[in-house]
């Protein structure tokens, strides 16, 4: 059975003064009472679901029951007993801002980081950043960039340390370094 835990289909729109960057997260994979799903995200522009900027906040946790977001992975996981042992959902997200002619800055940084727990020993994690640069003074886009490491399966250890580093600028780094370094030792092994 193939396993699949990935970022896909990301584009980049731009709809009269709103840009969106659409993404999906699927998840098809074997699964224990372990399944647990975070997402968490922090923002240099607040927005409804992340009021505060420079601060993570962990979405799934808590929004799962009133975001239709999420609605798919929640009854995936709730009903995960009574189907098991395999867990399948998919979550599709639309981070997106609407230019505007107000004096604040319409650029926005959204980064993600995406925890995904299917066994003890399988979890997998993934960063992921969108970047959205104005020209204030034109009130045009000059950059839309959606970066994502794509996910990483890592130990207990490694997640509880990510965890740990939220508040600092780094951690999405830190996955993304071993997604990097993991891709190169399978290139080299090949």
């Known amino acids: 059975?193939?396993?699949?835990?990935?970022?896909?289909?990301?584009?980049?729109?731009?709809?009269?003064?709103?840009?969106?960057?659409?993404?999906?997260?699927?998840?098809d994979d074997i699964a224990d009472s372990n399944v647990k799903l975070e997402w968490w995200e922090w923002t240099t522009k607040p927005y409804d679901a992340v009021p505060v900027a420079r601060i993570w906040e962990e979405l799934f946790a808590c929004h799962r029951s009133d975001s239709s977001m999420f609605e798919d992975a929640g009854m995936a996981i709730d009903?995960?007993?009574?189907?098991?042992?395999?867990?399948?959902?998919?979550?599709?997200?639309?981070?997106s801002i609407t230019i505007k002619n107000e004096e604040e800055?319409?650029?926005?940084?959204?980064?993600?980081?995406?925890?995904?727990?299917?066994?003890?020993?399988?979890?997998?994690?993934?960063?992921c950043r969108q970047e959205i640069e104005v020209d204030e003074i034109?009130?045009?886009?000059?950059?839309?960039?959606?970066?994502?490491?794509?996910?990483v399966c890592m130990p207990s250890d490694d997640i509880e340390n990510i965890r740990g580093k939220m508040q600092e600028d780094t951690v999405l780094d830190q996955i993304i370094e071993e997604y990097e370094r993991l891709k190169m030792e399978a290139i080299l092994t090949v």
């Open 1 to 27: 059975m193939k396993v699949m835990i990935q970022i896909c289909n990301v584009r980049s729109q731009i709809d009269g003064k709103k840009i969106i960057t659409p993404f999906d997260m699927e998840v």
């Open 79 to 95: 009903d995960w007993e009574e189907e098991g042992p395999k867990i399948s959902f998919t979550i599709h997200d639309e981070p």
């Open 105 to 127: 800055t319409n650029s926005r940084r959204l980064d993600f980081i995406l925890i995904m727990q299917c066994t003890e020993e399988r979890i997998y994690a993934a960063a």
């Open 138 to 151: 034109k009130k045009e886009v000059k950059k839309i960039e959606f970066l994502t490491s794509g996910f």
